[in-house]
C-alpha cells in the first residue's frame, strides 16, 4: 500500500486511476453530460464500439443499474446501449446492422490507438451504414470518440472529421478505465448518475487512504487474498446472488487476470452466478479439487420487493414461505451455501453493498481497483497496472 501511494512501485507511471476519483471536477462532470445529452437527444440506440476495459466497465454499470427488460419495452426512457468491436464474429456484425437499419443511432468509439482490429473493423462498418443513413454532417454529430490526446488513426480521424472526442488519459490502463470518459460517458448515455459513482469511488478512495491497515477492507481484501493463495488456493471465483452484477464479474475478471496473470503467477480469477450456478458448478465446487476460494458480493436490500404467495393446495411445499419476500429466500440460500462451502474447505470472502445503485458501484470499482494493486504487489509481479 505505501509502494502504490508513494509510486515507488513497478508501473508507477500508470498510477493515473489512483486518485481519478477525487480529482474529477465539475467542467469534466459537464463536458461528458453535454455530449450524453446531445446522443440521448438525437439516438434510439448508442453503439459503444471498444474491446476489454474499453467497454466492459461500461457494460458492467450499466447492466447493474438498468431494468432487465428494458430493452423489450416500446417507450424507452432512454438510448439503448448495445457493443461492437469487441468481438470478430461477421453474423453478430450482419444482425447489428440489420437492428440498426433505418434507426436513429450514435457511435461511442473508445480505441486509445484506433488500430485494434476488432473495434476498427466494427466502427468503420458503423461509421459507413451512419454517414449512408443520415449523411456526413449529421454523423459528425453522432460520433464520439475516445482516445489519444494526440496520436494514433482515431484521434487522427476524429480531428479529420471533426468528431466531439474525449482522452484516454497517459497513465491509465485500460482495465482501470471505467471512472474516465471511456466508462462515463457510455454510462451518462444510459440515464445513471455519473456523479454519485464517482461519489461512492472517492469515498472509498478516502476511506483506504485514512484507515490503518487491519481496518482498511481494501488492504484485507488484498494480503486474504495473497495469503489463500500461498496456501494452495490458485483459483477466486467471484460470486454474486444477483443477475444483475454478471458483468461486475467479467470487469473484475480483466482487471484482476491482466494485473497478476504474470511471471508464472497470479489467481486464476473465474466466476459464477448463484444461484443459477449452483445447479451447474455447485458440485464440483462443494466437494472437487480444494484449490479454490469464493469472494461473494451480497446486495444487503433489494430496489423492489415481490412477496411469496400462499397456495390453498400446496403442492410445491412452499407455503412455510408465504408472506416473505422472495430475497429472504435467496439470502437463506446464500448463507445455507457459505456454511456448506465452508464446511467444504472453501474459504469464503463476503464484501456486502448496502443498495445496488451508482453509489455503491463506484465504491466496489474503487474497492477492487485500488485492492488489485496492492495484491499485485504483494505478489510480486511486473507491470501490475500498464
Partial sequence: AASLEKGSGKGSDFLGWLHLPSSINNIQFAEIEATAKVLRSKCEVVVVAGIGGSYLGAKAVIDALSNSFSWLQTTKENPIIVYAGNNISEDYLAELTAFLSGTQFGIINISKSGTTTETALAFRLLKTQLENQVGKAEAQQRIVAITDKSKGALRQLATQEGYKTFVIPDNVGGRYSVLTPVGLLPIAVAGFDIRQLVKGAADMEKKGNNLPLNENPIALYAATRNELYKQGKKIELLVNYHPKLHFVSEW????????EG??????????????????SMG??????????????????TPNQEVLIPSD????????????KRVDEVNKMAELGTQLAHVDGEVPNIKIELPLLNEYYLGQLIYFFEKAC??????LGVKWVYA
Fill in 283 to 300: 458440485q464440483w465446487i462443494q466437494e472437487g479439487e480444494r484449490i479454490i476460494f469464493e469472494t461473494v458480493i451480497s446486495i444487503a
Fill in 373 to 378: 494493486g496492492i495484491s499485485g504487489y504483494l
Fill in 252 to 259: 473484475w475478471k480483466q482487471l484482476y487476470g491482466e494485473s
Fill in 262 to 279: 504474470k511471471d508464472n503467477k497470479g489467481i486464476f480469477p473465474a466466476s459464477v452466478d448463484f444461484t443459477t450456478d449452483l445447479h
Fill in 312 to 323: 390453498v393446495d400446496n403442492l410445491d411445499g412452499l407455503n412455510f414461505l408465504a408472506g
